[in-house]
């Protein structure tokens, strides 16, 4: 046994094992995402008439007005929403910020949605994400924001239902996870920017 | 209606879970035996003898115990060199389209640590830091080398168990090659492009700047030439409006490394936000597979350890109890997440909702807490929720099971080798109960071996407790908490647990890219890996060349229901005596000062 000669094999062999797994192995998925998945390999954008990205469907955006479906609170980047950041806000469950930022977002919901105090508000509406890019939201947190956003685009509540309805994503076979509204696509489509 | 469903799920993950363990353990037979055949035999072959052949190994020799510890030792340290080198040099360095800056010392010190380890800690955002160079080939090579170098360990291991009277326990070499060609590439090719099928991304194109619909103005620090805030006489910071009109969409080879980094329990996310990111996780069906993957191996090395050892049954006991232990683990943490956090439901926020801090909502509740037990059960580290940002039990439940030395189907082939030296000294404790000679499969278990196994335990434990213990009482320490009260003592804890049992999720609030922490972590997880593996090989070496002694009446069975028990209390002892007492500082008191109202 010759430390010397140890290192040789490791050297040797990371080599070829760099070639392989980190050269041909990456760039055959790249090959075979571009062929069969184009649009998800790439991110799955959405393109205004110019051809230009407004917008990612698995990446949410702050809509704030009254006549969008409002996201969940974000804690990526330090306006939020900012991919190039993403994260949670990891406070803990005694953290005098996390008490007073969902007083604060429970007070702004309920009086955005002309909603009772004795109105519960759901979780994920208050609640920061994990990646601050969740683009989902709660059934229950959608149809809460229904009426109001039906008001601001002189829409009624049925026809916004089966919008609502169209971009919820259920469960995988019926059966994984939890179904959640898809805000960015509902958003651009309430727009005419996604179809 | 809700709970239903999440036990459904509970109920499917574990029978697919039990279906893989055969077939893939029987698939990892062949693997491991350098004359093993495999389907893949005739495309794969050529190129592992022309590996061999390069690199010039000879593919007819066996090492000892400590060859093959030496050779490990070795590649360990070139690939970790490797990886640092490449970090140090990004900025100069090819594919770096966001033109990303040199990694900085410690970081780069830390982050090569970290991956060479499997623990794939990450004090960076991986968005913000890394070229899809580093990403792709400095990060990437580890999540296949130290995947790899786990699961040779415990086939050295294994095969020490198996033989007897032998000087030799495998070849590191050949070992290396056949798992990182057999068995890592076919199924992350697999994985990979499943993945991107749920709309991960794979491309080397530069970030995409999304035009937003909705302009936002924030006021940001006004700064001068030299990027300092300008403040005015009163020293105030002034702020200028800044119109936020675009989204900057990231983009790079994702795919091809989360494939690995799940397969391999590395768990170092492309991502700062990890499996919780919509690209690097974007579906629930994309959730259950990850989560399969990461468990997947490690379930299937204890069939092989049972057909190795010509005792499946002694396999399939370890396996249940490490189900259990997972299953124990699981319940507490679901439940404690569901009832959620009593100070934002007074608040207003729906108790039917639970805690939904730091969960996305295609996951909720039950794959989010599925997910952080599994993750930390299996020394893998990934993350779909912020554990931070859990409620103090529910957040214990990781740590703990962290601090029970990763061996709830642990990290691939490390949690089968922490298991063995639990299943050491379980029968030695059995032993001592009944005045025998402790006996395993055969064996005798001398002192040389208990004293081993005792070392890997006192190592754990004084690397996570001694660590934390100096942070608390240093400036650094406490300079990185995100929260305060026991719940800042928790996050410090969680970081030392983390990073010696090599699974790298973290209570993410600790700023960690600190010169003290990077540097601290960084030991704590080369002691973590390399001063377990060290002992550990030499059991193997002593089991492998001791006389077989034929099974007696007085031989303790190591396979049924009264050793799988028998295993799971030695488990669970020795974490609480060790951990305890920490963990009551920490999420216990944070628990009740909850329920009191209290926060800091």
Partial sequence: MNILKELKISAVLTLVLLVICCGIYPVFIFGAGQLFFPEKANGSLVYDSDGKPIASTLLAQAFTADRYFNPRPSAAGSNGYDPTSSGGSNLGSTSQSLHDAVKQRVADYRKANNLPDSQPVPADAVEASGSGLDPHISIKNALLQMPRVAKARGLNNDALKKLVDQYTDGRDFGLLGEPGVNIIKLNLALDGKYK | ?600
């Fill in chain 2, 1 to 600: 209606m809700n709970n239903i469903l999440g036990w459904i799920q509970l109920a499917l993950y574990l029978g697919v879970l039990l279906l893989v363990t055969k077939p893939l353990g029987l698939y990892l037979i062949e693997v491991l035996d350098p004359r093993g055949r495999t389907w893949l035999d005739p495309l794969l072959r050529p190129v592992e003898r022309f590996t061999y052949r390069l690199a010039g190994i000879d593919p007819e020799k066996e090492q000892s115990w400590k060859h093959y510890t030496i050779s490990m030792l070795a590649f360990s340290l070139v690939t970790m060199l490797v990886t640092y080198l490449m970090l140090r040099l990004q900025g100069k360095l090819p594919l770096n389209p966001q033109g990303f800056a040199n990694v900085p010392d410690h970081l780069a010190f830390n982050t090569a640590a970290s991956f060479a380890t499997n623990t794939n800690w990450q004090s960076y955002g991986g968005e913000s830091t890394m070229s899809y160079l580093s990403q792709m080939v400095a990060l990437t090579s580890q999540n296949f080398f130290s995947a790899a170098v786990g699961i040779a360990i415990a086939a050295a291991l294994v095969r020490g168990i198996a033989r007897h009277c032998a000087d030799t326990i495998g070849n590191f070499w050949i070992d290396l090659v056949r798992i990182t060609y057999y068995l890592l590439l076919p199924i992350c090719v697999v994985f990979a492009i499943f993945l991107i099928s749920q709309g991960m991304i794979q491309n080397f194109k530069p970030y995409d700047s999304a035009a937003l619909t909705e302009k936002e103005t924030v006021q940001v620090p006004k700064t001068d030439a030299n990027g300092n805030q300008v403040k005015d006489a009163q020293g105030n910071v002034i702020t200028v409006p800044q119109v936020i009109d675009t989204q900057s969409i990231v983009e790079g080879p994702m795919a091809s490394q989360v494939a690995m980094k799940m397969l391999g329990t590395n768990g170092g996310g492309y991502t700062n936000a990890n499996a919780a990111h919509p690209f690097e996780n974007p579906t629930p069906l994309s959730n259950f597979i990850q989560m399969l993957s990461f468990i997947a191996i490690s379930s299937a090395m204890t069939y092989y350890l049972g057909r190795m050892v010509k005792s499946p049954g002694h396999g399939w006991s370890v396996w249940a109890a490490m189900a259990l232990m997972f299953l124990g683990g699981f319940l507490v943490c679901w439940h404690y997440e569901t009832v959620g956090n009593p100070i934002l439901i007074q608040l207003g926020v729906d108790p039917a909702d639970g805690n939904m801090e730091g969960k996305e909502v295609r996951f909720g509740l039950m794959n989010s807490t599925l997910f952080a037990t599994l993750t930390t059960d299996a020394s893998c580290g990934a993350v779909n929720a912020m554990h931070d940002s859990f409620t103090p039990l529910g957040g214990l439940v990781p740590l703990f099971n962290i601090q029970l030395g990763e061996v709830v189907f642990g990290g691939v082939g490390a949690g089968l080798y922490g298991m063995l030296v639990f299943v050491i000294v379980a029968v030695f404790i059995a032993g001592l109960m009944v005045g025998r000679t402790p006996e395993y499969l055969g064996k005798k278990i001398q002192s040389f071996e208990v004293k081993m196994s005792m070392l890997v335990l006192l190592v754990l434990a004084m690397d996570i407790l001694g660590f934390t213990a100096w942070a608390c009482v240093s400036d650094w320490g406490k300079a990185g908490l995100n929260n305060q009260g026991p719940h800042g003592f928790s996050e410090m804890l969680y970081a030392f647990t983390s990073a010696t049992g090599n699974n790298g999720s973290a209570f993410a609030g600790l700023t960690a890219s600190t010169y003290w922490y990077d540097t601290t972590l960084a030991f704590a997880m080369l002691i973590g890996r390399f001063l377990m593996i060290v002992p550990i090989m030499a059991i193997a070496g002593s089991l492998a060349a001791k006389k077989l002694i034929p099974p007696g009446p007085g031989s303790f069975p190591v396979s049924g229901a009264t050793f799988t028990f028998l295993l799971i209390g030695t488990v669970l002892l020795v974490g609480a005596l060790n951990f305890l007492p920490a963990l009551a500082l920490g999420p216990v008191v944070e628990h009740f000062l909850m329920w009191s109202g209290k926060t800091f």
